[in-house]
């Protein structure tokens, strides 16, 4: 997937338990389980790049699926701790 700034991207897929598996310049191979990638964003339409109008050809939403609840309400709190401390 593109991304506008891969740093940033990183930060929020870490936020979703996702770690990076691969690494290149301009791209990021993510996964949840530290095999193979579940997610790969890149920066090779440019970094800042516009995002495309809503007629083009493109992914626009996708669902992840964690192994168990344990570990979506691990995410959740995670995500939760965070939110406070950035309004704070």
Do not use: C
């Amino acid at each position: 997937m593109h991304v506008d700034n891969l740093q940033q991207a990183q930060l929020f897929y870490e936020q979703l338990g996702f770690q990076v598996v691969s690494y290149l310049p301009q791209a990021l191979f993510m996964s949840h389980t530290k095999s193979h990638h579940h997610v790969a964003i890149n920066t090779w339409n440019g970094v800042g790049a516009e995002h495309p109008a809503s007629q083009t050809a493109g992914l626009k939403a996708f669902t992840l699926i964690y192994p168990d609840n344990a570990t979506l309400e691990s995410i959740g709190t995670n995500l939760s701790e965070k939110a406070k401390r950035v309004n704070n």
